[in-house]
């Protein structure tokens, strides 16, 4: 079992920054991959971002280069810094991991870009 905890989340104004941040209940070290996904009101969730055990990253085309994935191991965090953020981020977040072979999910922090 992984429980996940997300924080970070807020009000802010288009163009402007925020970083979420994720602590899993266990070692990040024995944890795989970390991602975070986004859910829009009235929409699916759908992916975001991808950290592996190894530090590769993957973003979605509609993030990239505005969002950086990144763990610090020292402090057993998952974060999300989302820069440039704009209208259509406006979503709740949720941090994901995958331990052998199970996924799991934290309840998501709720993020707001007014324009």
């Known amino acids: 079992q992984v429980q996940l905890v997300e924080s970070g989340g807020g009000l802010v104004q288009a163009g402007g920054s925020l970083r979420l941040s994720c602590a899993p209940s266990?070692?990040?070290?024995?944890?795989?991959?970390m991602e975070w996904y986004r859910q829009a009101p009235g929409k699916q969730r759908v992916w975001v971002a991808r950290?592996?055990?190894?530090?590769?990253?993957n973003y979605a085309d509609s993030v990239k280069g505005r969002f950086t994935i990144s763990k610090d191991n020292a402090n057993n965090t998952l974060y999300l810094q989302m820069n440039s953020l704009k209208p259509e981020d406006t979503a709740a977040y949720y941090c994901?991991?995958?331990?052998?072979?199970?996924?799991?999910w934290g309840r998501g922090t709720q993020i707001t870009v007014a324009s």
């Open positions: 994901s991991a995958i331990r052998d072979g199970a996924r799991y």
């Open positions: 266990r070692s990040i070290f024995s944890i795989g991959v």
């Open positions: 950290i592996t055990t190894g530090g590769s990253t």
